[in-house]
């Protein structure tokens, strides 16, 4: 990284940083344990704090905090969507205001939604008319000088408005002087108004259907959405702001486009990294989860409640139970705060003491199924270790045909700071890392 190239490692091992990645809300846990992992081992970790936070609540947090006449547009109990429209992804978050100043506090109306329809998919569609008008001459052109034309048109992209009074745009093409059947002239593209906005309207359409979904998702009884917030790289598109501006116009709905609104991810991670970590200046978010949590478990069978394919003689204790079941104890849409956590208590027999393995499932049903069907998903396999510990002194000892085996009482503990998942062993009273969180793909 930059910072160990200027400063020695050993300054920068002194040196208290403290590292926030954003990453977009829609992104998986595997996702983005993968990109926690990755900035561990370039060094933003160990001596280091290193957390993850969602594009769009990164965004809430600077716009809420730096709107011009802030009052004035956003008031308490408010409900605003805010939508983060970037180049690979358009993530979209509602909130309620619950407090604005002197600590904002804001509460998820619903579980978050989003798409791959950011403003690089605008470039792909240019790309296929460039293609498509250039014919036989396209295969002339090198790589190097395609993407230099892909380039040159994120200017035009930029400053396109569906102005009536502009009916052309130009993207240069280096090394490409005339070609009239082309529509080059002096080295230069030509794209109509009506091109340009075929090449807008298809990646715009699916992100008004987004805003519309989440509005009226979150827009029930009297509370309605009072305002959308346009943020992100694409979020400063003016005609990305006229078409979601005609749409919300009718539902009386403003739509607030913030100054500096392509940098709002940014400057909201700086300012949520030196929050203090108490106090009023906290930045307060009520979260929800997004999925259903649960762990797959042996239960007491229970004659009528399981079905007999499920029952099984546990070989340990003898004791009848059924396979299969699940239990949940994360439900989709829950209400969840930061240092919210939940357990879920196990109890493993065992003669030898060796690693453990359980299974993390997960579901997207409104209500989830208590048994394992194709609708629960396998989330993430967790291995502990406690071999450090010793088997005598520390676990119950029973019997079973004059043969003693061992019983294991432990909490697996999850929470969901900052949207993302956290997990470790509780044990006699003491909290232990997990040895290792493998997501599955």
């Not at 600077?62 to 547009?73: F, M």
């Not at 030509?190 to 987004?210: A, C, G, H, Y």
């Not at 989330?379 to 002194?393: E, G, P, R, V, Y």
Request: glycine share 6%; with cysteine.
């Amino acid at each position: 990284m930059t910072l160990y190239r200027r400063f020695d490692r050993g300054v920068m091992q002194m040196t208290k940083v403290d590292f926030v990645l954003t990453v977009p809300a829609i992104w998986s846990d595997a996702a983005k344990k993968k990109t926690e992992d990755a900035a561990i081992r370039a060094g933003m970790g160990n001596e280091h704090e290193l957390q993850l936070l969602s594009e769009p609540e990164s965004a809430a947090v600077y716009t809420l905090k730096n709107l011009d006449n802030a009052y004035s547009q956003i008031r308490v109990h408010d409900r605003i969507v805010v939508c983060d429209a970037g180049g690979g992804t358009v993530d979209l978050i509602s909130y309620d205001i619950r407090s604005v100043h002197p600590t904002l506090s804001v509460m998820e109306c619903a579980a978050g939604t989003g798409d791959y329809c950011g403003s690089t998919f605008i470039d792909r569609e240019f790309e296929k008319l460039f293609a498509r008008r250039m014919g036989p001459h396209y295969s002339a052109i090198s790589i190097i000088n395609r993407q230099q034309v892909v380039k040159n048109f994120e200017t035009t992209k930029s400053a396109f408005r569906n102005d009536p009074a502009q009916p052309t745009f130009y993207v240069n093409v280096p090394t490409v002087g005339n070609l009239e059947d082309a529509g080059v002239y002096g080295g230069n593209f030509e794209i109509t108004r009506e091109e340009m906005k075929s090449l807008f309207d298809p990646i715009i359409d699916q992100i008004v259907t987004l805003i519309r979904a989440q509005v009226m998702t979150v827009s029930s009884g009297p509370q309605q959405v009072n305002a959308i917030l346009l943020v992100g790289g694409f979020g400063e598109s003016e005609y990305l702001y006229q078409r979601v501006h005609a749409w919300a116009y009718q539902y009386n709905i403003q739509v607030i486009q913030p100054r500096e609104a392509s940098t709002a991810i940014v400057r909201g991670a700086v300012m949520k990294g030196l929050e203090p970590k108490v106090g009023p200046e906290k930045t307060q978010v009520v979260r929800r989860a997004r999925r259903s949590y649960g762990v797959p478990t042996n239960q007491p069978f229970i004659e009528g409640k399981h079905l007999k394919e499920d029952m099984y003689i546990d070989a340990e204790s003898g004791h009848k139970l059924a396979r299969n079941q699940i239990s949940w104890f994360i439900r989709m849409n829950q209400v969840m705060a930061d240092d919210q956590v939940f357990k879920h208590a196990f109890v493993r027999h065992f003669r030898t003491l060796t690693t453990w393995t359980d299974s993390l499932v997960s579901s997207t049903l409104e209500v989830p199924p208590t048994r394992w069907e194709p609708s629960v998903h396998k989330h993430c396999t967790i291995t502990s270790d406690l071999t450090q510990l010793n088997k005598s002194a520390n676990f119950k000892r029973r019997w079973r045909k004059w043969r003693p085996y061992y019983t294991a009482n432990y909490d697996l503990v999850m929470g969901v700071k900052n949207n993302n998942l956290t997990i470790c062993l509780e044990f006699g009273g003491r909290t232990y890392g997990v040895a290792d969180v493998k997501f599955d793909p």
